[in-house]
């Protein structure tokens, strides 16, 4: 059933991820985005990572993906409907597209990994609390920074304004 | 479904559809969907040498820094976007080529 489960998530994930980036239309790449995220979503699970499931979901469901949807919405005249967009040079990029999966999928089939011992933690937050406090304090505070910077930069850059 | 190879290669598929994308699209808001995408393989690569090199967490910290620039780059990249579509009138990136000789 689990195994069942895996496949089935992750067959959503590749569909909707080649949905994205072949679909005519923005809006259904947004939309086949939100399958995507969701999928990885799934993958996190399954691999033991109970709290990033949940940021990925309030981060990137929650938050990019609406963002970007007001992206498409505010850069296309309402009043056309024809929100579509085109693809150049497929042939090329498809090529290239088969030659990185075979290339990466050799490796990751043919490289004896190291394994460590798997024991299935109870859960991982106060894990990963206890290391953005003490082992990687200074990229915490420098991601802070960096959050507020993005946040003032983007409604500057977005606002229209007369005066200069 | 317990084999560090399989998520190795769906996360590979993943960033090789991002890739795609990135070269292929002509419009701004999907070559941005593009990188969204690469981001989430690099973070399932993150999480699955986490989860069967020991249960390091350190990965899933990582994972964590990937997701917040994640937030932040697209919110300075629709700023962006929406500012070219104000000049220019589309989001092209083909016809957005004023600072060119």
Redesign the interface.
């Known amino acids: 059933m689990?195994?069942f489960v895996?496949?089935f998530i992750?067959g959503v994930?590749?569909l909707s991820?080649?949905m994205?980036?072949t679909s005519k239309s923005?809006l259904y790449?947004?939309y086949s985005?939100l399958f995507?995220?969701l999928g990885?979503t799934g993958?996190?699970i399954?691999?033991?990572?109970d709290?990033?499931a949940v940021?990925?979901v309030v981060?990137?469901v929650g938050?990019?993906l609406v963002?970007?949807i007001?992206?498409?919405m505010?850069?296309n005249k309402i009043t056309s409907v024809n929100i579509s967009?085109?693809?150049?040079?497929?042939g090329v990029?498809?090529v290239?597209?088969?030659g990185?999966?075979a290339s990466?999928?050799y490796m990751?089939?043919n490289t004896p990994?190291?394994?460590?011992?798997?024991?299935?933690?109870v859960e991982?937050t106060a894990?990963?609390g206890r290391?953005?406090l003490m082992?990687?304090l200074l990229?915490f505070e420098a991601?802070s920074l960096?959050?507020l910077?993005?946040?003032i930069?983007?409604?500057t850059?977005?606002r229209?304004d007369d005066d200069g | 479904m317990d084999s560090l190879a399989n998520y190795l290669l769906i996360s590979a598929i993943l960033f090789s559809l991002g890739l795609f994308g990135v070269v292929t699209r002509r419009n701004g808001v999907a070559v941005l969907m593009s990188v969204e995408l690469i981001l989430n393989a690099a973070n399932v690569n993150f999480l699955a040498f986490a989860r069967f090199g020991g249960m390091n967490i350190s990965g899933h910290v990582y994972a964590l820094f990937v997701i917040v620039l994640a937030a932040a780059e697209a919110a300075v990249a629709l700023a962006i976007i929406i500012n070219i579509f104000n000049n220019f009138r589309t989001i092209n990136i083909d016809d957005v080529s004023e600072l060119r000789q």
């Open positions: 689990a195994n895996f496949w992750a994930t590749v991820a080649a994205v980036v923005l790449s947004a985005l995507t995220f990885v993958l996190y399954f691999l033991w990572a709290f990033l940021v990925q981060v990137y938050g990019i963002l970007i007001f992206g498409i505010l850069t967009h085109t693809s150049m040079q497929k990029g498809g290239v597209v088969i990185f999966i990466l999928g990751a089939l990994w190291l394994a460590g011992v798997n024991i299935e933690p991982t894990a990963i290391l953005l082992d990687y990229p991601a960096l959050l910077g993005a946040l930069g983007a409604t850059l977005s229209k």
